[in-house]
């Protein structure tokens, strides 16, 4: 069961570290306004941010779910030899 959990935590950060570091560079290409209108753009930052901080939960859910399915897989592997 250890090894299990490391495997879940394990590439729950690295879904993680994986968003945090692919997601601003999508927001900023799919969210930039195509002019400037000379407003306030603190409610546009404040949104794109609640995204980053969405899509980097996510990304550590699947990588959860990946090592789950990547241990579980390599457990009935090591039960059949």
Same mark, same amino acid.
């Given at each position: 069961m250890s090894r299990v959990l490391n495997f879940v935590f394990g590439f729950g950060l690295l879904g993680g570290i994986v968003m945090a570091l692919v997601t601003p560079f999508i927001i900023s290409v799919l969210f930039t306004p195509p002019v400037s209108f000379g407003t306030n753009c603190e409610p546009a930052?404040?949104? %794109?941010? @609640?995204?980053?901080?969405? %899509?980097? @939960?996510?990304?550590?859910?699947?990588g959860m779910i990946g090592g789950l399915v990547l241990a579980t897989w390599l457990k009935k592997r090591r039960e059949r030899q």
């Open positions: 930052a404040a949104w %794109s941010m @609640t995204k980053l901080h969405q %899509s980097e @939960t996510v990304g550590v859910i699947l």
